[in-house]
Structures are given as structure tokens and as C-alpha cells.
């Protein structure tokens, strides 16, 4: 038996319902799939029950989201996270995100901040009720929304590319049910400062929430 098969479970031998991509990513997550590890189609198929089109769509929704990797002509591994790179990225994020605050802070209309407010408390909701995938689109849409008040598309478009440059994040950094709550009440209170045109606490809280500290 395969490691991939080694590690499937009673539930995994019963129909699923699941979407196969995020039982992918829950196994990724709990480091059952550590980085580096190949996947091959057929043992993923094995391991969840289902189809080879579905193993296939989940491999490619993966590498979209930069939680696998795909080599042409060999194959999927989960994506190997190169820390110092990781980190110079999380750096460059702070130096741009942290800069742009008074202008956020400038431009935001009531309107403005009560979209943000939806958008944060979407993220907790789905803290309860959603999937790991729906969390990670939640998250990007509350950091798009909030970076596009600073009025310049050229940085939203920029910082989106160089986040595209490591590992998902801040998904590869949710291990724990506290720190995606964490998570959840730092973009409230980005909204709490933004509504009190609190420029220093919004650079602060930025960077803090850039580097998961």
C-alpha cells in the first residue's frame, strides 16, 4: 500500500459528498499530505472515492490557489514553501499595505466602510459555517476591497502578483481554528480604525496582520 492509500480512512470508502478540493486541502492542511508529497491521480481517486475528472478539476483548482503544484509531463506535488521567500514577500506586502494607509483612511466613504464591515463579517461567518476555499476567497475579497480605496489599481493589481509568488496565504498559515479567528477580528478592527480615521492604528494593524503576528 502507497502512502497516498495508507493514509485513506473508513470515510474515504463510502460515497463522497465533499467537494473533493477541499478534502484535498483539509489533508494538505493537517500535514497528512506534506509538502513535496506527489500526487498521483490515481491514488487520490482511490483515497476519496470518486472520479478521475474530479480528482483532476481539484488538482487544478489547487495549483490556482498555489497549494499544489503542477509540472508538465510529471505530474501534482503539494507545493514545498520556500520560507525565505515567503518572507520577503510578507516584507515588500508590509512596506506597500502600511504606506497606503492614510489614503484609505482619506478616501473611505460611509458607504465604503459598511462594504468592508459585510465583507469582514462574511469572513466570520463563514469561520463557522464555510469551507476552507470559501475563507480564502472571503479573505482576498476584504484585502481587495480595503487596498482599493487607496485609489491606485496599479497597486491592487501589484501587490495581488506578488502574493501570487508564494504559497497560498494566509491559508498555509491557517492551522489552528484560533488563528483564522484572529484573523477574523483583525479585519474588523482594520475597520474599527478606518471608521475612527485612525491612520496609526490602521498601519499597525496592517502590519501585524500581514505577518500573522
Not at 135 to 152: D, I, K, Q, S, T
Request: hydrophobic fraction near 40%.
Amino acid at each position: 500500500m502507497n502512502s497516498l492509500e495508507s493514509g485513506a480512512t473508513a470515510q474515504a470508502q463510502e460515497p463522497q459528498t465533499s467537494d473533493v478540493t477541499e478534502l484535498i486541502l483539509q489533508d494538505i492542511l493537517a500535514g497528512r499530505l506534506p509538502p513535496g508529497t506527489w500526487l498521483k491521480q490515481i491514488d487520490l481517486e482511490r483515497r476519496y472515492n470518486c472520479t478521475r475528472p474530479e480528482v483532476r478539476r481539484a488538482l487544478d483548482r489547487l495549483v490556482q490557489k498555489r497549494l499544489v503544484e503542477h509540472i508538465p509531463n510529471r505530474g501534482y506535488h503539494v507545493h514545498e514553501q520556500d520560507g525565505r521567500r515567503a518572507q520577503e514577500v510578507s516584507d515588500i506586502r508590509v512596506i506597500l499595505e502600511v504606506a497606503v494607509s492614510d489614503r484609505i483612511v482619506a478616501n473611505a466613504s460611509e458607504a465604503d466602510i459598511a462594504n468592508l464591515r459585510v465583507l469582514a463579517s462574511r469572513f466570520d461567518d463563514l469561520v463557522l459555517n464555510g469551507t476552507m476555499l470559501e475563507l480564502y476567497e472571503a479573505n482576498l475579497a476584504f484585502h481587495r476591497h480595503l487596498l482599493a480605496l487607496a485609489g491606485n489599481q496599479e497597486l491592487v493589481e501589484l501587490i495581488t502578483e506578488i502574493r501570487q509568488r508564494t504559497s497560498a496565504a494566509p491559508v498555509s498559515q491557517w492551522r489552528t481554528r484560533a488563528r483564522i479567528e484572529q484573523s477574523g477580528r483583525e479585519h474588523q478592527q482594520m475597520v474599527d480604525a478606518i471608521e475612527r480615521r485612525d491612520t496609526d492604528g490602521l498601519m499597525e494593524l496592517t502590519r501585524r496582520h500581514i505577518l500573522q503576528a
